[in-house]
Structure formats: structure tokens, C-alpha cells
Nanobody, 122 residues
């Protein structure tokens, strides 16, 4: 079992930055692929970023590539999402997830956090 708790969300103006954190419980954090997803009202959950167990591989969709950076600190059982050049369309609840496969689909992730709200004003 892995429990995930996100933090760092908030209200920011367009063009600003935020860093989200996701703290994981358990001693097996380093075995998991970690991902970030987001869901805006009335929309489906959307993949944002993924990072392999050792941080050696990352993956982003075109919508955030070059603006968002995922990283992890296995010693602290924490994964981060640095978000720069934020746009109003980035407004959503952001959730972290843990899985066994380096993938961008929700079905590949077994454990989910509750999420943190990010609101970008224009």
C-alpha cells in the first residue's frame, strides 16, 4: 500500500509558477513509477507527467512539455511537479499517482492522492 498526499496548489496569475509536492508513505516508494494527472471541471482526467523509479526517464504530453518538470527524491519519498509559464487552461485539480508501468494512462496507476487545486487567473 502507498498513501499519497499532495500539496502546493493555489491561485497564481497567468505566466506565474507553482511547485507541487506529493509525499508518499511506505518504504517502497522508490519501486514505483510516479505520475501527475489533472482534471478540470467537466473534463476527463488528463495525463501531465511521469517519472521512472530512479528518475532517469520522464515523459510529458505536448500541452505541458517545456513548461512543466517532474522530479523525485526517493530519500524523501516525494515527487515534485514544477510548473512554469502557467496558463488559465492549466486550472484543474492535480493528483499524483503511483504505478508499476511507465505510462500515461490512468489504468496503469494503482494508488492515487486526493489532489490539490491549481487555479490560474488571466
Amino acid at each position: 500500500q502507498v498513501q499519497l498526499v499532495e500539496s502546493g496548489g493555489g491561485l497564481v496569475q497567468a505566466g506565474g509558477s507553482l511547485r507541487l509536492s506529493c509525499a508518499a508513505s511506505g518504504r517502497t516508494f522508490s519501486r514505483y513509477v510516479m505520475g501527475w494527472f489533472r482534471q478540470a471541471p467537466g473534463k476527463e482526467r488528463e495525463f501531465v507527467a511521469a517519472i521512472s523509479w530512479n528518475g532517469g526517464n520522464t515523459y510529458y504530453p505536448d500541452s505541458v512539455k517545456g513548461r512543466f518538470t517532474i522530479s523525485r527524491d526517493n530519500a524523501k519519498n516525494t515527487v515534485y511537479l514544477q510548473m512554469n509559464s502557467l496558463k488559465p487552461e492549466d486550472t484543474a485539480v492535480y493528483c499524483c499517482a503511483a504505478g508499476q508501468t511507465f505510462a500515461c494512462t490512468t489504468a496503469n496507476y494503482s494508488y492515487w492522492g486526493q489532489g490539490t487545486q491549481v487555479t490560474v487567473s488571466s
